[in-house]
């Protein structure tokens, strides 16, 4: 069983669509979380922390329930330019070492 | 201010060969971690480096070895080349003293090995 797990997709959504990605880690010590968003070919940026209480931002909703172990990421009004793959992932200590999944991957069509 | 940089961008070697990757911390930060990424899979720790030591080690054979420099840049080396090596590397910095900070990653090297 993987650390961090994902659906791969691909979620082809049109635009204006919400959408959301599901993602379990299995190491209930994990700390920290993030997701990440990797377009084709190019290395992964920060999308978003993830936190205990749920964070917003924009179009961008995350929330992290420590008991399921399960993580989310909704996307309201998807865009274009969301086409990409979001990378969910799990910090495992105070050293840093991040676990990612294999990543989501969102098709946004006109 | 400078973000991660890596060099080179693109690197076909053969097999069995050695090859040697470099990465440039973001300005302010002191930690450097190494990340191997196989096609259609995600980042995979290799191994993180401060203070110039090898703090923290992911499931990698020691064909794979790293050193920090006291200006934080680091490099990645990689010997006895095998096939499945082929991969994005990726290299990502952050500050120690800034508790959970997300990671900065730089553009990657991309190795080919035939």
């Known amino acids: 069983r993987k650390e961090v797990e994902q659906d791969p997709g691909p979620f082809n959504v049109p635009e204006g669509a919400t959408v959301a990605f599901n993602c379990t880690y299995s190491?209930?010590?994990?700390?920290?979380f993030f997701w990440y968003r990797q377009d084709c070919r190019k290395e992964p940026k920060l999308l978003m922390s993830?936190?205990?209480s749920g964070n917003e931002d924009g179009r961008f909703t995350a929330q992290l329930n420590r008991a399921s172990q399960y993580i989310s990421l909704l996307i309201r009004d998807s865009k274009l330019s969301d086409s990409a793959t979001y990378l969910c992932?799990?910090?495992?200590?105070?050293?840093?070492?991040?676990?990612f999944g294999s990543g989501t991957r969102l098709l946004v069509r006109p | 201010d400078a973000g991660v940089t890596q060099s080179p961008t693109h690197l076909i070697k053969t097999r069995g060969q050695q090859v040697t990757l470099r990465c440039s911390p973001k300005?302010?930060?002191?930690?450097v971690s190494w990340y191997q990424q196989a096609l259609g899979q995600g980042p995979q720790f290799i191994f993180q480096?401060?203070?110039?030591?090898?703090?923290q080690r992911g499931n990698f054979p020691d064909r794979f070895s790293g050193h920090q420099f006291p200006n934080y840049s680091s490099e990645l080396n990689v010997n006895a080349l095998l096939l499945g090596d082929s991969a994005l590397y990726l290299c990502?910095?952050?500050?120690?003293?800034?508790?959970?900070?997300?990671?900065?990653f730089g553009n990657g090297t991309r190795l080919t090995v035939t």
């Open positions: 990502a910095s952050r500050n120690r003293d800034r508790g959970n900070s997300p990671l900065h």
């Open positions: 190491n209930s010590a994990s700390q920290s």
């Open positions: 993830v936190y205990s």
């Open positions: 992932v799990a910090g495992m200590d105070s050293s840093y070492k991040l676990i």
């Open positions: 300005s302010g930060h002191d930690t």
């Open positions: 480096y401060y203070e110039e030591e090898e703090r």
